[in-house]
């Protein structure tokens, strides 16, 4: 099976902070991908990777960076966060050879 | 450009009634169309998927849907409710963007199941 695991599944940070989420997968995929999750508004794409230290930016980078060292690790950072900020993060990973893409089970953050 | 559309943000059905959650999406190309389910504090997991082929696709927990080309719909459906089913559903669509596949999700429906 595939397995995608998150550092924290609840982080709590204050304002200015420098916030760090790790993402690994098992399963030798070359796509990372890295959402958050608003209500109502669904998964929404923050950046992506399809290889190592290769990163695009998806529809809401703003605030974001992320680094990706090693294949199977990929970091999303909050340079200084912010409580807009506050979310539920997911990453995701999926293979070259598929469309589906395997979740993680969520990082919630709250920036106070 | 893609997009999915869900309606209804809540859905609520009794148990052992018919679950349809709807879908309709918009893409250029063919899409490859998905049905993530996220139970409560967990991340999403696959229910079924639509590439090519039979339009009719099964998944897990007696889910199933349809893909309708000429009503760009792709509705979940199950005969019977189970409390279980009590959870988030999203729809989405994935398709060639920006030089990548992505995945474009749908703002998810709130499956209540009641006693």
């Known amino acids: 099976d595939v397995k995608v695991t998150q550092s924290s599944r609840y982080l709590v940070k204050r304002t200015g902070e420098k916030v760090f989420l790790e993402c690994v997968q098992d399963?030798?995929?070359?796509?990372m991908f890295w959402y958050r999750q608003d209500p109502g508004l669904g998964l929404r794409l923050i950046y992506f990777?399809?290889?190592?230290?290769?990163?695009e930016k998806g529809d809401i980078p703003e605030g974001y960076s992320v680094s990706r060292e090693k294949k199977e690790r990929f970091s999303l950072i909050l340079e200084s966060a912010s409580t807009n900020q506050t979310s539920m993060y997911l990453c995701?990973?999926?293979?070259?050879?598929?469309?589906?893409?395997?979740f993680g089970p969520g990082t919630r953050l709250t920036v106070t | 450009a893609q997009s999915v559309t869900q309606l209804g943000s809540h859905v609520s059905v009794s148990e052992g009634a018919l679950v349809l959650l709807r879908c309709n999406y918009s893409s250029s190309v063919p899409p490859y169309l998905f049905w993530y389910v996220q139970y409560p504090n967990q991340g999403l997991q696959l229910l079924l998927k639509?590439?090519?082929?039979?339009?009719l696709v099964k998944g897990i927990n007696g889910f199933e849907a349809e893909f309708k080309k000429s009503e760009t719909s792709f509705h979940l459906t199950k005969p019977s409710a189970h409390m279980s089913d009590a959870a988030e559903y999203f729809c989405?669509?994935?398709?060639?963007?920006?030089?990548?596949?992505?995945?474009?999700f749908g703002s998810g429906t709130r499956l209540l199941v009641r006693p």
């Open positions: 990777s399809y290889d190592v230290k290769m990163k």
């Open positions: 639509y590439t090519t082929g039979a339009t």
């Open positions: 995701a990973s999926r293979s070259g050879r598929d469309y589906e893409q395997y």
């Open positions: 989405a669509v994935s398709g060639w963007m920006d030089s990548s596949y992505k995945l474009i």
């Open positions: 399963m030798d995929h070359e796509n």
